[in-house]
């Protein structure tokens, strides 16, 4: 018999051993019933009963191997146990289980009850080759699911956490700005509320990124609502501000042309803010740094340039990608997560802008963003 032709007749059989599986292997404390532990099997067998049973060409065989089966914005079979199996507290590993032991038991009652005829009948050697397909596609769409769900349910947790963390910071925040205007207090009450605001401020920045960086992920995107802007300044105002923070280092600001354009002025400070802390953490502790604006045509350009330990070339490329981490010297003490230069990105794209950069011995590092300037330009 058939291997697809076997199934449909030994079904109970099969879902038999696979509840006995999911049984014996659910979560510490499951008490799941018959019809939660044979959960969706009879239609994910059903669904691998009909791909067997459909004929292949070797052009389909190739793409399916490849990763490239037909898709639907319906749910498979497989991605709905996946549903069901995540709420039942299933991790992935046994997730992974079940299909390795529904593979072993459908071919182990197959060859127990059907005595195969020649080892290299070419029926026989292509129903194995179809179930293994089958096998691996619904694994593959099972674990591409689940992944998807637990990446999905960290970033709402982070957001959540993100929002629920600003509160006690504005606390912390406004303790901070009263002990350094204190009049009567010790000099050093006053340096600590100094500090505290910086590091106060730093958090903020954190937080931002995060919560944007959350939003770019489970959402349509980074938010943006643009308006009449002046990149001069809004670099102006940062430069004032982190001069006044960082006087170990000297802040150079350079304005050639009019800066303005129609953007999100918060974002593009945001952008801004992210590229100057970038400078102030990886450049040279006492280093200078240069915040440039130079007006263009139908664009305005954005640099900031720090000197310090360069970038090599081969991590440049994808310096903005979160996946990268290696142009962050290891043991920084100041070393954070490393969403900055993600959010700068996201925040550009946004903005129909590019974001490059040099880093050279002798030069040093230059973060360049160029921005069209939209609608003001076409006012003009």
């Known amino acids: 018999m058939r291997l697809h032709k076997f199934i449909s007749a030994n079904m109970e059989a099969i879902l038999k051993e696979w509840e006995d599986f999911a049984r014996a292997n659910q979560p ?21 009963v009909r791909d067997m049973a459909t004929a292949q060409t070797e052009s389909e065989r190739e793409s399916k191997s490849q ?15 996946t549903d069901e199996r995540l709420g039942a507290g299933f991790s992935i590993r046994l997730l992974v289980a079940e299909y390795r032991a529904l593979r072993a038991s459908v071919l182990r009652l197959w060859i127990k009850g059907e005595a195969l005829s020649e080892p290299d009948n070419p029926d026989e050697l292509e129903d194995l080759i179809r179930f293994n397909e089958s096998i691996d596609q619904a694994l593959a769409e099972s674990v591409g699911r689940y992944s998807e769900a637990v990446t999905e349910n960290s970033d709402i947790f982070v957001g959540m956490l993100g929002h629920d963390l600003r509160s ?11 002990l350094k205007n204190m009049e009567d207090a010790d000099k ?22 995060l919560m944007d960086f959350t939003e770019s ?5 980074l938010i943006i609502h643009r308006g009449p802007a002046d990149l001069a300044e809004i670099t102006r105002q940062l430069v004032d501000e982190f001069r006044s ?29 992210n590229l100057i802390s ?16 130079e007006s263009l045509e139908d664009q305005v350009v954005l640099t900031v340039n720090s000197k310090g330990k360069p970038i090599p070339e081969s991590h440049q490329e994808d310096i903005f990608h979160l996946s990268n981490r290696k142009h962050l010297e290891t043991g920084n003490p100041n070393k954070n997560l490393g969403l900055g230069l993600y959010i700068v990105r996201e925040l550009v794209l946004a903005h129909d802008g590019k ?11 230059t973060f360049t963003v160029e921005l069209p300037r939209g609608e003001h330009a076409a006012q003009q």
């Open 188 to 209: 050093s009450l006053n340096q600590l509320g100094s500090i505290m605001i910086a590091s106060v401020q730093r958090m903020k920045e954190m937080l931002d990124d």
């Open 28 to 48: 510490p404390g499951g008490d799941l019933k018959v019809v939660e532990l044979r959960d969706h099997a009879k239609d994910l067998l059903n669904n691998i």
């Open 245 to 273: 923070a960082h006087q170990d280092h000297r802040f150079e600001h350079v304005v050639n042309g009019d800066c303005s354009g129609h953007w999100d002025a918060s974002r593009i400070g945001q952008i801004c803010q």
């Open 355 to 365: 974001v490059s950069l040099k880093s050279t011995q002798s030069a040093g590092t």
């Open 168 to 178: 006690p910071l504005q606390v912390l925040s406004f303790g901070a700005a009263k």
């Open 217 to 221: 992920r489970i959402g349509e995107g």
């Open 278 to 293: 970038n400078a102030l953490q990886h450049g040279d502790p006492q280093g200078d740094i240069l915040v440039g604006c």
């Open 67 to 81: 990763g490239n089966s037909p898709t639907s914005d319906a749910d498979t079979p497989a991605e709905v146990h």
